[in-house]
């Protein structure tokens, strides 16, 4: 009970220091509501499982936890951890845990959740690429991925007093990493802010139809195959006849 105390107040600490820094970094781009709005929309109203890459403090579990059957969230610092627990016990939220994991290897089957949220992570990355190709790995067939970071920007003293080490993104590289990760891209959203814009980015794994076998089955069938998801329009694939 003691050791639970200890390690609870350590955290806090640890949480106080870093939370004056982010609320700098928060103050530069639009009302994290804002944001979170906007993440809400991008996924289905229901989720059986939703993984949190770089959890953090754990609000995006806390954000999306009526709408998740379970949720998991990953971070390689154990101090982020306990005061993510600390919050998700504290508001009760029993079928979403946090545990250690890197974004790099990811600790999870292939096809493992339908969803995937990495919401300010991918700027402390070295290789954006392999997270992408990860998430995409544990997605299943219509699952969804969305990723929220910055648009390209000039803020060096991200870089050198916040260990940024990507100054944004550009929205081809993303969609590059998402196609190479075999993700179908899906509509981008921008959240204007001075000096920072937050965009997010979101993919689907295409539907086991859509492999290029089952491509050529279903065509003698219907000009088209469509997959509908909350945030993409209708994404649809164009096929020839092949009769
Ligand atoms: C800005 S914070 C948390 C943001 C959090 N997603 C949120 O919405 O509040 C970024 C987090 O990424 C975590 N992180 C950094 N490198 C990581 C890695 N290789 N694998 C997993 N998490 C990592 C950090 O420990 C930190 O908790």
Partial sequence: MRLRRSVALSAAEYFRANAEEWDSVRSLHVQESDVENALLECFPDHLEDL????TGTGR????????????????TSRDMLAVARANLETMGIRHCHVQLGDMYRLSLEDKAVDGVIVHQVLHYSENPARVISEAGRVLRPDGVLVIADFSPHNLEAL?????????????????????????????????????????????MRPPFIISTMSIRQESRQSNHVQCTRNCFD??????????
């Fill in 60 to 75: 995006m579990l806390q954000l999306f936890a009526d709408r998740v059957d379970r949720g998991v969230g990953l971070d």
């Fill in 234 to 243: 209708r994404i649809t694939i164009s096929r020839r006849r092949t009769s």
């Fill in 159 to 203: 870089r050198e007093d916040h260990a940024h080490l990507r100054l944004g993104f550009d929205d081809a590289e993303i969609g590059d990493w998402f196609a190479k990760a075999g993700l179908v891209a899906g509509p981008i959203k921008k959240l204007e802010g001075d000096p920072l814009t937050v965009t997010i980015w979101s993919a």
């Fill in 51 to 54: 993984l949190d890459i770089g």
